[in-house]
């Protein structure tokens, strides 16, 4: 069952949450869309998406950099990684020297 709560209602009767599976949350004022509520049952699953996306999203984008690498190579344990968190990682390695 799903339903939309203004952020009103949820503060006033926070209970409405355990009625639904999935609650859009929207300022009835502007009508502007908050976000989502997923009940506890859902969860876990859809963690495991939002894990899984994201995992394929940063190997997306390491094989772009990687075809403009040139002839140098990724080490494997940057495989994992966003362009961010090499840059993080080998400025930590940098100071540890």
């Known amino acids: ?10 503060v006033r ?6 009625m ?3 609650v859009d949350i929207e300022d009835k004022k502007t009508h502007e869309y908050k976000g989502l509520f997923l009940s506890p049952f859902y ?7 939002l894990e899984k996306k994201s ?6 984008k390491l094989s772009r950099l ?5 002839s140098g190579t990724i080490d494997d344990k940057y495989s994992n990684l966003s362009s961010k968190e090499i840059k993080e990682a080998v400025a930590l390695e940098k100071n540890h020297e």
């Open 66 to 70: 990687k075809k403009y690498a040139g």
């Open 13 to 18: 009767n926070i209970d409405k949450l355990q």
């Open 43 to 49: 969860a876990k699953e859809f963690k495991e998406y």
């Open 1 to 10: 069952m799903t339903t939309i709560l203004g952020i009103r209602d949820l």
């Open 55 to 60: 995992q394929k999203e940063k190997k997306d």
């Open 20 to 22: 639904y599976d999935f």
